[in-house]
C-alpha cells in the first residue's frame, strides 16, 4: 500500500494537502466533553459531509454512519450524513453542484485549488467559525501548527487539513539498503549529505552493477522540491522561492546558483551512465525502475515515511516546516449549518476514536487490533481488502498521527521527531499563500508551459546544459516570471508587515 500512497505523500509534504499516511495509537475510551460540546442537550444540527471514494462506496457505510451519529449526537449534538462521491468526479464536480446552490455544510475538494473556489465565493471563511466552535483546532493552531494557518489568504483561514501522521519537508534520496551496503560508502540516517557525496554513492554502486542505472530520475517526476531546501509561499516552485529559513526575498529558483548546480550534477551524472537513458520520456515510474533492477533509488522528500525496511533515506538538506498549498476541509456558501459543520470537525479532531471509527470503520467487523502499543490492525479472519464491508484507504480525517495501521513497519516515533525537528526550523512565510491576481494568472500559465517544456530534459541530465539552460532562462521571463515574483514579493512583505 506504501507504494500507491508515496507519491501522494510527497505532495503532502512538499505542497500540500495530501492523503496521509496513517499511523498512530489505538486509544479507544470514550472522548471527554470540549468546550465545544454539548452538554444534555435535546437539540440536534444535520450537516451533509462529502465521503470521497477511490470509485466504489463502501458496502457498510450507512452502519458505520449510524455508528457515529450514536455518539456524535450525544456528544456535540450533530447528525452526520454522508454524501459518497469518488475522488475523481469530485474533481470536475464539486464547484458545479456548489455553483448550482447544492447544499453541502462540509466538503474536501481533494488536490484541488481553493484560491478558485474562494474567488469565485464558493467557500465561507473560517477563521470566525473557529474560534467561537473549534476550540481544540484553535489551540493547536495557536501552538503553531499550521494545518489551519496554512490555508489563510486575505487574513481569512478557508479550510482545515487533516494532521499528517509527520509535517515538515527536506531533500532526501531513497536507496535500496542491498546497494549501500555492498559498498564502502558510510551512511549516516541524520547527516546531510551533499550532491557530490551522493555522486560518490552512484560511481560505487555502478562498479558494482554496471548495467544499473543508480538515479531513477524520470522527467515526469523531476523536481527540485526532493532535492533541494526552497518554499514557494504556498504556489508553484516557478512562482518564485525563498531559498532558506532566514530568507524574505523572493527569487527565481530556477536562477540560483543551487539550481544551476543540481542541474550540472544531474547532466554529469548521466553523462557517466548514472541515470536512465530514457529517463526524460519514458513511462515507467520511479517505483518500477528500482523494482525492476534498473534503478537503485530515487529522489523524495526526506520524512521516514518514504522508505521503508528495505530502503536508506540519504537527506540532502536540512528539515524545514514549510508553507503547504492551500487545502483540506471547507464549509461551503450551501452550507445550512456552518457553525455544526466545525463543531464537528473539531470533535472529530480532538477525538482519535472518532477518527479511526470514520477511517476503518468497526472494531471487531471491518478490523481487528492486533498490537495496541504499536497501533497495528489487520483484518478479521476471512477478510481482506476485497470483501471487507468497510475499507477506505483515504486518510482525511482527524488526527492521523492517532490513527490506525496496517504496517508494522511504520513507526510514529521516528515521524514525531522528524516533525519536532521541522517545527523548530521555520519558514518566514508561515501563515500566507500567495493569491495571483488575473493578470499573474495568464502569466503563471505561460511560465508553467515553459517549465513543462524544458524541466523533464534539463532536470534528467539529458540536453547539452549550456545552451538549453539559457534559452530556459530566458524563455521564463519572456512569459513574465519576473512580474509574477514581484507580486508574490509585494503579498509576502505585506504579511510580515502585518505580524
Not at 335 to 357: C, H, K, S
Not at 405 to 413: H, L
Not at 468 to 477: S, T
Request: aromatic share 10%; glycine share 8%; charged share 25%.
Amino acid at each position: 500500500m506504501r507504494k500507491q500512497f508515496k507519491k501522494a505523500a510527497a505532495v503532502l509534504l512538499c505542497t500540500a494537502t495530501a492523503l496521509s499516511v496513517l499511523a498512530g495509537c489505538s486509544t479507544q475510551t470514550e472522548p471527554e466533553q470540549s468546550g465545544s460540546e454539548k452538554e444534555n442537550t435535546s437539540e440536534t444540527d444535520h450537516i451533509v459531509v462529502t465521503y470521497l471514494t477511490l470509485g466504489q462506496t463502501p458496502a457498510d457505510l450507512q452502519e458505520v454512519q449510524d455508528a457515529l451519529n450514536e455518539r456524535s449526537v450525544k456528544d456535540i449534538g450533530v447528525e452526520v450524513e454522508f454524501k459518497p462521491v469518488s475522488a475523481y468526479d469530485a474533481m470536475s464536480q464539486f464547484t458545479t453542484w456548489l455553483a448550482t446552490g447544492e447544499r453541502y455544510d462540509l466538503m474536501m475538494p481533494l488536490l484541488q485549488d481553493l484560491n478558485t473556489y474562494k474567488e469565485q465565493g464558493l467557500i465561507q471563511p473560517l477563521t470566525d467559525l473557529i474560534a467561537e466552535n473549534a476550540p481544540y483546532i484553535q489551540q493547536m493552531t495557536d501552538e503553531g501548527w499550521t494545518y489551519a494557518s496554512n490555508n489563510t489568504m486575505d487574513g481569512e483561514i478557508w479550510s482545515v487539513m487533516a494532521v499528517p501522521n509527520v509535517t515538515g519537508s527536506g531533500g532526501g534520496f531513497v536507496v535500496k539498503k542491498q546497494y549501500v551496503d555492498e559498498t564502502d560508502w558510510a551512511y549516516d540516517e541524520n547527516k546531510v549529505y551533499t550532491l557530490d557525496e551522493l555522486g560518490e554513492l552512484f560511481a560505487a554502486i555502478k562498479e558494482n552493477h554496471p548495467d544499473m542505472y543508480p538515479c531513477g530520475q524520470t522527467g515526469a517526476t523531476a523536481s527540485y522540491g526532493y532535492v533541494g531546501m526552497f518554499d514557494a509561499m504556498g504556489g508553484d516552485q516557478a512562482t518564485g522561492v525563498l531559498m532558506d529559513t532566514e530568507s524574505t526575498e523572493i527569487v527565481n529558483l530556477y536562477e540560483t546558483d543551487e539550481y544551476r548546480d543540481y542541474l550540472q550534477h544531474m547532466r554529469d551524472w548521466n553523462l557517466a551512465g548514472y541515470i536512465y537513458p530514457d529517463a526524460a520520456v519514458t513511462d515507467s515510474s520511479q517505483e518500477e525502475l528500482v523494482d525492476s533492477g534498473v534503478a537503485a533509488g530515487y529522489f523524495m522528500v526526506s520524512a521516514p515515511v518514504q522508505a521503508d525496511d528495505s530502503e536508506y533515506m540519504i537527506r540532502l538538506t536540512e528539515v524545514f516546516q514549510p508553507t503547504q498549498a492551500m487545502g483540506g476541509w471547507v464549509v461551503p456558501n450551501t452550507a445550512e449549518e456552518p457553525e455544526a459543520a466545525v463543531r464537528f470537525l473539531n470533535y472529530v479532531w480532538e477525538n482519535p476514536d472518532i477518527a479511526n471509527l470514520i477511517q476503518w470503520g468497526i472494531e471487531g467487523e471491518h478490523y481487528v487490533v492486533l498490537d495496541e502499543e504499536k497501533n497495528l490492525i489487520g483484518f478479521p479472519e476471512g477478510k481482506d481488502a476485497t470483501n471487507s464491508g468497510y475499507y477506505n484507504t483515504l486518510g482525511l480525517w482527524g488526527d492521523t498521527r492517532e490513527v490506525y495501521v496496517w504496517s508494522e513497519s511504520q513507526s510514529q516515533e521516528k515521524n514525531d521527531a522528524y516533525t519536532e525537528e521541522a517545527m523548530n526550523n521555520p519558514m518566514k512565510d508561515i501563515g500566507v499563500l500567495y493569491s495571483p491576481s488575473a493578470e499573474a494568472s495568464t502569466k503563471i500559465a505561460a511560465i508553467t508551459a515553459v517549465v513543462e517544456q524544458y524541466e523533464p530534459s534539463l532536470e534528467t541530465g539529458s540536453v547539452d546544459l549550456d545552451q538549453y539552460y539559457e534559452e530556459f532562462i530566458n524563455a521564463l521571463k519572456a512569459a513574465g516570471v519576473d512580474d509574477v515574483i514581484a507580486e508574490k514579493q509585494e503579498q509576502l512583505d505585506a504579511f510580515l508587515k502585518g505580524k
